[in-house]
């Protein structure tokens, strides 16, 4: 099996840890409560962790002098392969909830098929990174229901935001052909498999909340390809912008 394809891999989970952590990070000091702010800024500690994970392994494999920090501060925008709906802005409340809440349900179910893949490193990065998942997920999981079964104005916000994020989630599951070579050796899990055990999940959590699920649409996709919407540049223009000032910069 090709390193190359490996590493590409390795930055597509250390792209959407890396992109969503940031997002989160946003709300440190603005968050609706002393209690969310912690919790926010948890989440986004832990997302890029697993980001410096993913990301190093992925520079282990390519060599070439590179290490997680490069990775994280010196690819341009085209070279990032995170999904769109991780890179969608905060937005209200319901909006973060709803983007942590589809994405948590996703990534909980690849960590946990990860773990059974035959890249020992891999497998122990999900391993690891799984318990914190299972946080974020309940986390998401609770506020989505809460906010759903809640007053007629966070219903009516927590409904507006599932649908504003449900055209995102497609791409979740895409299959591009570096997917489809590494599931072949059982280093990637099959993501129509996800797909199914996802909808389910969804399902559950949306009728608890007495939310609608959205019904088809249009997918918005590309990210891993490196199409990304215009909010990814400037998420990079303040993540990167102290390396790109002051290159080779150490604490």
Not at 22 to 42: I, Y
Not at 109 to 127: C, F, G, N, R, V
Request: charged share 25%; net charge negative; hydrophobic share 40%.
């Amino acid at each position: 099996m090709s390193a190359e394809l490996k590493a590409i891999y390795a930055q597509y989970l250390g792209d959407n840890s890396l992109i969503l952590g940031q997002r989160l990070s946003e709300w440190c000091g603005h968050s609706p409560a002393l209690e969310l702010d912690m919790s926010l800024s948890n989440l986004s500690l832990d997302l890029i962790g697993q980001a410096q994970l993913f990301l190093g392994y992925s520079a282990q494999l390519l060599g070439q002098d590179l290490d997680e920090d490069k990775l994280a501060f010196l690819r341009d925008v085209m070279d990032f392969k995170n999904v769109l709906l991780v890179e969608q802005p905060n937005g209200d409340f319901a909006h973060t909830v709803a983007r942590q809440f589809f994405f948590s349900a996703f990534q909980s179910l690849e960590l946990e098929a990860l773990k059974s893949s035959t890249d020992s490193e891999l497998a122990a990065i999900a391993a690891k990174a799984s318990k914190e998942v299972a946080y974020h997920l309940r986390f998401a999981r609770d506020w989505t229901i809460r906010l759903g079964d809640g007053t007629e104005e966070s219903t009516r916000r927590m409904q507006t935001a599932i649908e504003d994020m449900w055209r995102f989630t497609d791409e979740l599951f895409h299959m591009d052909d570096t997917h489809q070579a590494l599931l072949a050796d059982g280093v990637a899990p099959d993501l129509n498999t996800i797909r199914a055990q996802w909808d389910a999940l969804v399902d559950e959590v949306l009728a608890e909340a007495k939310l609608t699920r959205p019904g088809p649409c249009r997918p918005i996709m590309g990210g891993r390809e490196g199409h990304h919407s215009e909010h990814l540049g400037h998420i990079l223009s303040e993540m990167q912008y102290l390396q790109r000032a002051y290159p080779g910069a150490q604490w």
